[in-house]
């Protein structure tokens, strides 16, 4: 059973282009939330998609966006890249009929680097 | 103030040690926790997760919530290097708040 799938794993690019990030959810689950974690520091949530929709959003600007797709898998957008947005990437998948034993399996990352 | 404290490290011990890892937090409303373990240049590995108060014992693994105290506690035993990791506590408020809240992780490492 393949669990969260990312692409790339690592990406290198330069301020102000725009980055796409892919997320596949391990198997049966429904629902994907991307996490930004900076260097020392703990996952900050970015957003959450279920049934295609974004469901939940962080304290992340609107040049972070995304989608979902009708097979359950993600992509999560940054337009007019900072340095700042030099991070992992990391995107988590759940079952939303888990109800309060819902928790959420983590896939390896993107490593994203703003030059 | 952040919602989520906790002690960064390094924490350094002997292999066989018992290791604790702690973390604070300010939200009353957190009433599920977790404990992820993250390896260098990986993802976050769910460890173990417990609803409101008491312990939660798993192999060599015991969670503790003690939500009077708003502090939560990993303890792990006769540890080994393989242990060696960044630990993430990260808790949320309920079952329709799936936005977990990290605290920034300790660094242990567990030398033979």
């Known amino acids: 059973d393949a669990g969260v799938t990312q692409s790339p794993t690592h990406l290198i690019k330069t301020r102000g282009q725009q980055v796409t990030l892919r997320c596949s959810p391990k198997?049966?689950?429904?629902?994907v939330s991307w996490y930004q974690q900076a260097l020392g520091q703990g996952p900050q949530f970015i957003f959450q998609y279920y049934e295609e929709e974004e469901r939940q959003r962080g304290n992340f600007p609107d040049r972070f966006s995304g989608h979902q797709f009708p097979n359950y898998s993600s992509e999560l957008n940054v337009n007019a890249l900072l340095l700042g947005d030099s991070a992992l990437y990391l995107c988590a998948s759940s079952w939303r009929g888990q109800g309060w034993e819902e928790t959420q399996y983590f896939g390896p990352g993107t490593r994203l680097l703003v030059l | 103030q952040k919602e989520v404290e906790q002690d960064p490290g390094p924490l350094s011990v002997p292999e066989g040690a018992i290791v604790s890892l702690n973390c604070t937090y300010s939200?009353?409303?957190?009433?599920?926790f977790m404990w992820y373990r993250q390896y260098s240049r990986k993802g976050p590995e769910l460890l173990m997760y417990t609803y409101s108060s008491g312990n939660k014992e798993d192999g060599r693994f015991t969670a503790q919530v003690d939500k009077s105290s708003k502090y939560i506690s990993l303890f792990i035993r006769d540890s080994q290097p393989s242990d060696s990791a960044t630990y993430l506590c990260?808790?949320?408020?309920?079952?329709?708040?799936?936005?977990?809240?990290f605290g920034k992780g300790t660094t242990l490492s567990v030398s033979s």
């Open positions: 939200n009353s409303a957190f009433q599920y």
């Open positions: 198997s049966g689950h429904d629902t």
């Open positions: 990260a808790m949320v408020e309920n079952q329709a708040g799936t936005a977990l809240i």
